[in-house]
């Protein structure tokens, strides 16, 4: 049984949560954060209770520095913050949505890692989470792709920082989360369809196919400096 410790931030949904299910079957001991107390507790009831889970709002500096000094020394850090803002055609997309965009994701990702720096072990791991869209060349993607890839930029300059904290990124395709919900069930489908016709696997991705790629750069003590793709090869059919 493996006892080291993982903290999730952004783990109530979607790939954080599956992530969560995914380190817990093989052993880990896993907290998992989120702003939403209702979310939360959904979260840790779909966790069979298994986890431990805190009310933590990433964007919050103090709050997530009470967090870190709370919770002590762990192993492993998974940073799954999400953002839908600055998607959009350059002609049209607000500069304002592409800062908040920045403010939701990559602002986010950088504080949160750097609270954890004094309580992180050195042989224990952080994970990003980017996306697709900062490496593809998909129209309309402009601003949210640029979010994306400064997140996958900072993961080569950080495992040379860092060392011999090793740390990785997973860059996901179109996956079946609540990231969609501001579609209906119709456009969902017909976007979903669309994006399977073009993708060279033929299907939607599912938050446990990020997962097993969270898991592989957390349990492979030989990865660092990384940004995996788990896109199911979406960035060739564009």
């Given amino acids: 049984m493996n006892s080291k410790q993982a903290v999730i931030l952004g783990g109530t949904s979607g790939i954080g949560l599956a992530a969560a299910r995914q ?40 709050d997530v520095q009470a967090f870190f000094s709370s919770l002590g020394g762990f192993d492993h850090l998974i940073l799954a913050f999400g953002s839908r803002r600055g998607s959009g055609p350059l002609a049209s997309v607000s500069p304002d949505e592409v800062r908040q965009g920045f403010e939701e994701k990559v602002f986010p990702h950088i504080a949160c890692a750097q609270a954890a ?67 209906t069930e119709e456009q969902k489908a017909q976007a979903f369809a669309g994006f399977a016709a073009t993708t060279p696997v033929g299907r ?28 199911g090869g ?3 059919g564009t």
């Avoid at 991705?205 to 995996?228: K, Q």
Wanted: glycine fraction near 10%; proline fraction near 5%.
């Fill in 23 to 62: 380190l817990l079957g093989r052993g880990m001991e896993v907290t998992i954060t989120g702003r939403d107390t209702e979310r939360l507790e959904a979260a840790r009831q779909s966790l069979e209770g298994r986890a431990r889970v805190s009310s933590v709002d990433g964007t919050n500096g103090k």
């Fill in 117 to 183: 720096l004094p309580y992180l072990r050195k042989s224990g791991s952080i994970t990003f989470l980017s996306a697709v869209s900062g490496q593809a060349s998909m129209p309309g993607t402009a601003g949210i792709g640029a979010a994306n890839a400064a997140v996958a930029a900072l993961v080569p300059i950080l495992a040379a920082e860092l060392k011999p904290l090793r740390v990785n990124a997973v860059s996901p395709g179109v996956i079946d989360t609540p990231w969609w919900n501001f579609l």
């Fill in 204 to 231: 939607i991705g599912r938050p446990e196919d990020v997962a097993d790629a969270i898991a592989f750069l957390v349990f492979n003590t030989f990865m660092t400096g990384h940004v995996l793709l788990c896109d």
């Fill in 234 to 236: 979406a960035r060739l």
